[in-house]
């Protein structure tokens, strides 16, 4: 068995053959084409998806360098912690604004929030994580362990 592409009959399939057919009234279209639209579907609220924002990592020779856009915020709405060797950030932040007028009020509000999880490497030192926040970017300075050098084996000789 293969599989197919449906392809959905028009609403017009089941109307009279004397109905004159029209864009407007195919019921298939109108919903496929004006309302969910590609924009509408990667919209988080259609697709259940959380927003997490874009991350840059850089690795030098005595750290690790990371960089999260998330313009907008302010320092306070962030919480950042390290558990069982994640680093985890999440950021919350809500506003509203409202306005009254003889006849009519009017109320806005808005809501936005991410959560970002990064396993650290056994090589972080995780009491010298530090980080920073300027212009929209949140950035992370995470120094590396020194390597322990392993001596070379040493040969014993059996006596």
Known sequence: MSLVKF????????MPSNFMPSNFLDLDDFLENRFWSAEILSNNFWNGKTQ????????????????LAAPGFS?????????????NISAEKSSSKSEKEDDY??????????????????????????????????????????????????KIEIL
């Open 52 to 67: 997490e924002p874009a991350l840059n990592i850089k690795e030098k020779e005595d750290q690790f360098e990371i960089e």
């Open 105 to 154: 009020t009017r109320k806005e509000f808005s809501y936005n929030s991410f959560q970002r999880s990064l396993e650290l490497p056994e090589n972080v030192k995780e009491e010298e994580i530090k980080a920073s926040y300027k212009d929209g970017i949140l950035s992370f300075s995470l120094a590396k362990k020194e390597e322990v050098k392993k001596d070379k084996p040493k």
């Open 7 to 14: 392809n959905k009959r028009p609403l017009t399939h089941f």
């Open 75 to 87: 320092k306070k709405d962030f919480e950042v912690n390290v558990d069982n060797g994640c680093l």
